[in-house]
């Protein structure tokens, strides 16, 4: 069980979009609809930004949105705020119910 | 509402073992799986394992095969993980999170020291 390939650290300016990548397999990634997203605030539980590649649960803005092509997912946020400086992890179903995660990124609001 | 609060620090000296648990409250406790994860000081997120809540089938990394163990009780809608033979790299803050629209709901966390 690799671990995803996720960019150590990304920034952009307030309004600007970033956008994070995620590099799997063909066994996770490429083999399933079921990448999600996390957001890490220092000390705190991470929650949920994207599921099942590009849905938005409940209350997340529409800013944040998720796409796959192949072996790799990206988290784009539109419209970069203050408040969304935080560490983010991809995360993919690789299969008989095992999990496995990127490296993280973290996201500085210049 | 749905929530997931799980038991408090825990302290442990090297090769000992530790239990945390993660008790759920505000939906059908067999509705849904339970993951565990960890987080070391500084470091990212790490998946352990897995529980299928219904059944108690489990699925653990292969890091911790062999140390750690999840199961459920069904009367008291709770989860536990336990981990053995403790070193000073399983300090780390220890996460339930329970499945479904992606790892939806979280546990406060629980933060094991491992010490001397």
């Known amino acids: 069980q690799s671990a995803l390939t996720q960019p150590r650290s990304v920034s952009g300016s307030p309004g600007q979009s970033v956008t994070i990548s995620c590099t799997g397999t063909s066994s996770d990634i490429g083999g399933y609809n079921f990448v999600s997203w996390y957001q890490q605030y220092p000390g705190k539980a991470p929650k949920v930004m994207i599921y099942d590649v590009n849905q938005r649960p409940s209350g997340v803005p529409d800013r944040f949105s998720g796409s796959k092509f192949g072996n790799a997912a990206s988290l784009t946020i539109s419209g970069l705020q203050a408040e969304d400086e935080a560490d983010y992890y991809c995360c993919s179903y690789a299969g008989g119910h095992t999990l496995v995660l990127g490296g993280g990124t973290k996201v500085t609001v210049l | 509402q749905v929530q997931l609060v799980q038991s408090g620090a825990e302290v442990r000296e090297p090769g000992a073992s530790v239990r945390v648990s993660c008790k759920t409250s505000g939906y059908r406790f067999t509705n849904n799986d339970i993951i565990w994860m960890r987080q070391a000081p500084g470091q990212g997120l790490e998946w352990m394992g897995w529980i299928n809540v219904g059944s108690g089938n489990t699925q653990y990394s292969q890091k911790f095969q062999g140390r750690v163990t999840i199961t459920r009780d069904t009367y008291a809608s709770t989860v536990y993980v336990e981990l053995s033979r403790l070193t000073s790299e399983d300090t780390a803050v220890y996460y339930c999170?329970?499945?479904?629209?992606?790892?939806?709901?979280w546990g406060q966390g629980t933060l094991v020291t491992v010490s001397a």
């Open positions: 999170a329970r499945n479904g629209g992606g790892l939806g709901y």
